[in-house]
């Protein structure tokens, strides 16, 4: 009896207890606890390889192996390094990607991708680096906007559209004041100030003009022509790319394209955007 309870005061046991009783809990903890971790990383990472399987097929060819974008005088692929889950969503969930022509902007057709294989393309895609994620049905759903938010809707949709008031108002800042503001192929300078602006672009301005699609969705738009630049309304940029293929928009990772067509003495009389051929109705 002496020699036992000798043993079980010996300075040791109570260590080999505590270690004992430590591993019993942490495997324990790895057998109940993170499983359902484990099965979402391992489901968030077999996405991200379907969809890159799914890219290399279909996307690669202009926007590079690892979406980094091809630019070249036969493609014309942008970077899709940064663009986001939501642009890939959209542009494939409606058939305008992949693209078959390289040279212009493709418009909507059926879709060739289930909605798994979509999703994971934007998985992949977004896996390259942060971007707008996919919005949830909450964040589109108007029912969840308040009436300030409608309002402000309204007002913002009343101020751009082309039917309404022609061109929205971009203000020019200089230090801590306005100076000025555009509006279409027009600039303002704030009373008692001057201001230089870039020379015209006679050229550009030959293309220049109010296109009209006949769907209700689109109705119009304006090209216009200010300080050597051609802008989509006021404040857009369309960015020349080649001879007659237009970016819109400053982001360099952006698909969306612009071209003109059907020349007439030298002006065109269709407006290609977004897939939507654009007849030119000047008023």
């Known amino acids: 009896m002496r020699f036992l309870s000798s043993r079980r005061r010996h300075p040791a046991a109570k260590f080999l207890l505590l270690v004992a009783g430590l591993f019993v809990m942490g495997a324990s903890w790895a057998v109940l606890a993170p499983s359902q971790k484990v099965s979402a ?60 022509r390289p040279d212009e902007q493709a418009p909507a057709k059926p879709n060739r991708y289930t909605e798994e294989e979509v999703l994971a393309l934007a998985a992949f895609v977004q ?69 230089t602006l870039p020379k015209s672009d006679p050229a550009l301005a030959r293309l220049a003009g109010r296109y009209v699609n006949d769907s209700p969705w689109w109705g119009a ?17 369309l960015v020349r790319v080649s001879d007659n293929l237009w970016r819109v928009g400053e982001e360099t990772w952006t ?3 612009a071209s003109f067509g059907d020349f007439l003495n030298g002006r065109p009389q269709t407006f290609i955007f977004s897939g939507e051929r654009f007849a030119r109705h000047d008023i």
């Open 41 to 100: 990383d391992t489901n968030t990472t077999q996405q991200i390889a379907e969809g890159k399987a799914l890219f290399r097929v279909g996307c690669a060819s202009c926007h590079g192996m690892n979406g980094e974008g091809q630019i070249s005088e036969h493609i014309q692929g942008p970077s899709l390094v940064g663009t986001g889950a939501a642009a890939v969503e959209f542009q494939v969930s409606t058939g305008r990607m992949p693209m078959s």
């Open 127 to 195: 896996s390259l680096a942060p971007g707008p994620e996919i919005p949830t049905e909450d964040q589109v759903n108007p029912g969840n906007l308040s009436a300030e938010d409608l309002a402000r809707g309204g007002e913002l949709f009343r101020t751009t559209h082309p039917d309404f008031n022609g061109f929205s108002l971009m203000f020019i800042k200089g230090g801590d004041a306005m100076v000025g503001a555009y509006s279409g192929a027009q600039a303002f300078v704030r009373d008692g100030l001057t201001m």
């Open 221 to 237: 738009v304006s090209v216009v022509e200010r300080g050597g630049a051609l802008w989509l309304g006021t404040e857009t940029p």
């Open 255 to 257: 698909p969306e394209r």
